[in-house]
């Protein structure tokens, strides 16, 4: 005996979802090169506290925008998991929460990492209050809230490749999206998992490992192209058919 389908999974996937998910992914991801890669490349000199701190003071508007990117990617993808969820619940719920569950885990890390920025700001502001402390002390404080902004990232990003698990079954399972790009979500996370573990545990072959892993992470583009076209041709479909008025 089989257990009748869910009523909104019978009619067909929710489009409405599908339309919103593939832009707030794609909106949600353009943003994480710059703020999360480029920015710290630009300010951080590895091991020199006193480099870093006088890169921060140089470009003090760089780092103001890098974490307004990296604001407004933790606000899209609150809309990421949202569109996904409604899209995918009525494959598998239980999978569909735990994907939601993984994302929104993330994301307070990711705010708790431009705590880190703001404090590196505040250091090398030259307010009165920090007199007590003298030069290389600040230097100091400015280049470990750096250091810790990406180790924070770290954190985040391992937690956040896990959501392309169920992700990843989810779309095997959905019918209405190629399977192979479930699969290739399996790939993506693999690109994120060992890097970031290598560089928190084992440091030393952090780069070695990143230097394999990373190029696997573009594995996720099919899924958020795919979400868009789809999005993009269900609109237009709704506004040729005149059923749809």
């Avoid at 002390?137 to 959501?163: C, D, K, P, S």
Wanted: proline fraction near 7%.
């Amino acid at each position: 005996m089989t257990s009748a389908p869910d009523p909104e999974y019978a009619h067909g996937p929710n489009q409405e979802a599908g339309e919103t998910g593939g832009p707030a992914l794609l909106f949600g991801s353009i943003p994480a090169p710059f703020g999360l890669i480029y920015v710290p490349d630009k300010l951080i000199v590895l091991n020199d506290a006193t480099a870093t701190a006088n890169h921060i003071r140089a470009s003090e508007s760089l780092l103001r925008f890098g974490i307004g990117y990296e604001l407004w990617q933790a606000t899209m993808f609150i809309f990421v998991v949202l569109a996904l969820y409604r899209l995918f619940k009525a494959v598998n719920e239980a999978h569909a929460l735990a994907m939601m569950i993984l994302i929104l885990l993330s994301i307070p890390m990711y705010l708790l990492s431009v705590v880190n920025e703001i404090a590196a700001l505040l250091v090398v502001s030259g307010a009165n209050f920090l007199s007590v402390f003298d030069p290389s002390q600040l230097n100091t404080l400015a280049y470990i809230f750096m250091r810790l902004h990406n180790r924070t990232i770290l954190v985040g990003e391992i937690v956040g490749a896990l959501w392309f698990f169920p992700f990843g079954i989810l779309v095997i399972r959905s019918r209405f999206i190629p399977r192979i790009l479930g699969y290739l979500l399996f790939v993506a996370a693999f690109g994120y998992l060992p890097g970031h573990l290598t560089n928190l545990l084992l440091p030393a072959y952090g780069p070695l490992v990143d230097k394999f892993a990373s190029s696997l992470t573009v594995c996720e583009v099919p899924i958020i192209l795919w979400l868009l076209i789809w999005g993009a041709k269900d609109q237009h479909s709704q506004a040729t058919d005149p059923a749809a008025a």
